[in-house]
């Protein structure tokens, strides 16, 4: 059958973090282990919660700076060290844009509420037919429901549907609602792969 709607992952796929050194520097500065302070923020409880819109990415953060043992002042210092070594793939939107009018296109992420803002703060989201995030939704990838939504709001059934994702379990999840999916791994395989389906 053919594809109808490409849908794409945003954290790891369209941003991603290319140096490390600003966070391994934070994670230092906090004495911290930087796998750690990756599961403080991305794997606590509080950032699943966040995730699924059952509390805001602000009680999330005080949480975070909370258990950092920080003053609240230091909040967004912490929050722009963090993410300093994160990238907008420029050239990727550039090719997600050249595929708007014959096939509709999408993102499927499991972030907090705030990453809309962020989306339109960085001028990407003209990128975009639909952006389906978990927080506001209330299900997060691997679950079926997130994908089934995405699918619903395109119009499109699974087989007409493709995911690029940097983890396995996502693409998984994807498969097994019956829509393609591609591991991303590295940006030029996975968007040949791609090609290769359009």
Known sequence: MTIKAVFFDLGGV???????????????????DYDDLNKLI???DTSNRASIGEISSEEHWAFVIQRLKRPV????????????????D????????????KYKTGIISNAWGDLRDFIVREKFDDAFDRIIISAEVGAMKPEAKIYQIA????????????????????IAGCEKVGMKGIHF???EIALQQLKELL
Not at 78 to 88: K, S, T
Request: aromatic share 12%; glycine share 6%.
């Open 14 to 32: 369209i941003v991603r973090t290319e140096f490390q050194a600003p966070r391994q520097q934070l994670a230092d500065r906090l004495g911290m």
């Open 42 to 44: 991305f794997e606590s």
């Open 73 to 88: 002042s230091e909040l967004a210092v912490i929050r722009e060290e963090f993410f300093a070594g994160d990238i907008v």
């Open 90 to 101: 420029r050239t990727l939107l550039e090719y997600i844009r050249s595929l708007r009018g």
């Open 151 to 170: 699918l619903e709001q395109f119009g499109v059934s699974p087989r007409e549907a493709v995911f690029l994702d940097d983890f396995y379990v996502n």
């Open 185 to 187: 791994k590295d940006p």
